[in-house]
């Protein structure tokens, strides 16, 4: 292998990565597939690939296809619920962001969704909806027609919309939002936090096993606000627990805004809150720590100066 076929694969990288966290919700397995896309690459006659980003997106989507297949055979024994890994603003591996669309595709809410999809409608939809990928190379990449690839992808469009319509939140909204709900939830009532919520409001947790969460979510405005009431209460067993006492700030992570836990400059928490135009619809709480190293990476890496909005 040539220095340039080294430099060509690193200049796809990012690309690749992009793709491959869309598609697994997990930025540990997207390195690990990218990083096997880079071993067949190494091992391939690269002189015979005419285009070579052709050539490396349909390995690495065949190893994402591949994952996909066998991580619903491992989710069926995951402890309690199953959540993406929530990726902080900036972070490369959220890819392009340049349009609605593909600010969507990468929220917290649409990779939760995105669960419900088959392989190859995730594929096909990551493909067309945040890559602007043709139907044409989506069925070459595939394998499939390209009747078949606009087919999949209006079937997947359809189950991702769900019928709720969101709202694009910019950063100054979305730090508002956290600091309002955060004064609600430490407020020691739940009528602040009922206010906030929509009636359908729910709440799910992902600990892994490693960190409490409740096996299912919590559902309906009133539930949810007494769960966040009592989980926002201060105590020694919480701090025991967690390993100290943490700082929360205003973040977003995935496009939306999230409230960050810290311990000695270490996340163990990220709670992102799905916002639509009647209120907070979904409050995801991603504490699972095999779930937050690259979070806890990113956020030494940004310095943090600022004071948090609330010390436990």
């Known amino acids: 292998m040539t220095l340039s076929d080294v430099d060509r694969f690193e200049a796809a990288r990012p690309r690749l990565e992009a793709i491959a966290y869309r598609m697994l919700g997990s930025s540990s397995e997207a390195e690990d597939a990218v990083q096997e896309t880079f ?7 690269t002189g015979r ?12 989507t065949h190893l994402c296809l591949n994952q996909l297949t066998s991580a619903r055979a491992r989710r069926e024994t995951y402890v309690g619920q ?8 900036g972070d490369p591996m959220l890819g392009p962001a340049d349009t609605a669309e ?18 190859n409608e995730r594929a096909v939809y990551v493909l067309r909806e945040a890559f602007d990928y043709p139907h044409r190379e989506i069925a070459e990449i595939l394998d499939i027609s390209e009747a078949a690839s606009q087919q999949t992808y209006h079937r997947a ?3 991702v919309a769900d019928g709720r319509a969101r709202t694009e939140i910019d950063e100054a909204e979305a730090r508002r939002i956290v600091e309002e709900f955060l004064a609600a939830a430490t407020s020691g009532r739940t009528e602040p936090l009922v206010r906030l919520l929509t009636q359908d409001a729910a709440a799910i947790g992902d600990g892994g096993g490693k960190v409490p969460a409740r096996a299912r979510a919590f559902e309906g405005a009133r539930a949810v606000a007494t769960f966040l009431r009592g989980l926002f209460r201060p105590s020694d067993a919480k701090r025991a627990l967690v390993g100290g006492s943490p700082d929360f700030y205003a973040s977003t992570a995935n496009g939306e805004p999230a409230l960050v836990a810290v311990v000695d400059g270490r996340v163990i928490g990220i709670t992102c809150l799905e916002v639509t135009p009647d209120g907070i619809v979904a409050v995801r709480s991603q504490v699972n720590p ?5 979070a806890t990476a990113r956020w030494a890496a940004e310095g943090h100066e600022e004071a948090p909005l609330y010390a436990f």
């Open 82 to 89: 199953w959540l993406p890994e929530p990726l902080l603003t």
């Open 39 to 45: 071993l067949r690459w190494q091992a391939a006659d």
């Open 49 to 60: 690939i005419e285009v070579p980003e052709a050539w490396l997106t349909k390995v690495l």
């Open 290 to 294: 095999d779930k937050l190293d690259r």
């Open 102 to 119: 593909q600010r969507e595709s990468v929220s917290y809410a649409v990779l939760v969704l995105l669960e419900r999809l088959s392989p």
């Open 157 to 159: 469009k359809k189950h």
